[in-house]
């Protein structure tokens, strides 16, 4: 299958980043805008998965976020804010900024569609690229046909917290300069903490997986830069309930990243939602349901009709 590749341009906080894209599928196809979560590449939206859908005859684009993967890396410096009273403001809803936000990455959605002479897509989002889906639709609810969030939050104040052993093993990489061999069986633990435990996948496959991450762009700082855009935010509430699209909010009854009650939130406050939970699904796609996942998004795509 062709892939068309290439960069948008996008305002960033000062001057002008690239986002790099990739586009598959018929043009005249109704379009899909895929954006991936907190320091993920897209990668994340595998290949495979992204044919399925064009084979249901969808036009798909994935891309990297700013300071992720090909895309343009912000070279923001922290404030130096402690982080523990930034988290206890985050758990009350409230906004905490250091650097750009979660509504600048969702500029950076609108700025590709521009640049692809895309008027309008269905939206769909996981984890922190599902918080940037909210805000697109919410901001832009002529440009959204309908909005799909994976296993996501709303940041609204008093949701439980993750898992502490999930979220420690998302934020406690290897230290600086360690061998990529190193990188990737930090890599290969992760999932195994926050992935699905009914559908655990091979090894082996997570171990190449990784691989090929770390070899198109390692760039742990970019972690840390949406972690602030995250906490930057603060509750999405408001946002929600600008929300017009005919959304589906899916997620893992075995999430410990992002507990399940985050997904009910989300659906709640979205008017007109639809809330799909996966029992065994943790806080990844695996391969296992693919089929089902995405005849849960084609079902609301037809709903833009």
């Known amino acids: 299958m062709e892939i068309r590749t290439g960069y948008a341009k996008s305002q960033a906080i000062s001057g002008d980043l690239k986002l790099y894209y990739e ?41 990297d976020n700013r300071d992720v993967g090909l895309s343009s890396k912000t070279e923001h ?67 959204t046909k309908t909005l799909g969030i994976f296993f996501s939050s709303n940041n609204q104040a008093f949701l439980p917290p993750p898992a502490p052993r999930a979220l420690l093993a998302m934020l406690n990489g290897p230290p600086p300069g360690s061998p990529r061999e190193v990188v990737i069986n930090n890599v290969v633990r992760v999932t195994k903490i926050t992935g699905s435990p009914r559908y655990r996948q091979p090894e082996e496959l997570v171990r190449t997986d990784a691989a090929e991450s770390y070899d198109r762009c390692f760039y742990p700082v970019g972690v840390g830069r949406h972690f602030n855009a995250v906490l930057g935010s603060g509750s999405l509430l408001h946002y929600n309930r600008r929300i017009v699209a005919p959304t589906v909010v899916i997620h893992g009854r075995a999430d410990k990243l992002v507990r399940p009650s985050s997904g009910r939130a989300v659906a ?14 943790g806080h990844d796609l695996p391969r296992q349901l693919w089929e089902r996942l995405i005849g849960v998004l084609t079902n609301n795509f037809a709903r833009a009709a």
Not at 32 to 41: C, D, H, N, R, S
Not at 133 to 138: D, K, L, R
Not at 268 to 278: D, E, K, N, Y
Request: charged letters at 25%; hydrophobic letters at 45%.
């Open 23 to 63: 586009d598959m599928g018929d043009v005249d196809d109704p379009p899909v805008l895929l954006i991936m979560g907190l320091g993920a590449q897209l990668l994340l939206w595998r290949k495979a998965f992204c044919e399925k859908l064009v084979g249901e005859g969808f036009r798909v684009i994935r891309y």
């Open 77 to 143: 410096r922290g404030s130096g804010q402690r982080l523990i009273p930034r988290l206890v403001r985050f758990w009350l809803g409230l906004r905490s900024q250091d650097g750009y936000t979660l509504e600048d990455l969702a500029d950076d959605a609108a700025a590709l569609l521009n640049h692809l002479d895309i008027t309008d897509a269905h939206v769909v989002g996981g984890s922190m690229g599902g918080m940037i889906a909210q805000i697109f639709a919410a901001r832009f609810p002529e440009r």
């Open 268 to 281: 709640r406050a979205i008017s007109g939602s639809r809330l799909v939970l996966f029992d065994g699904m």
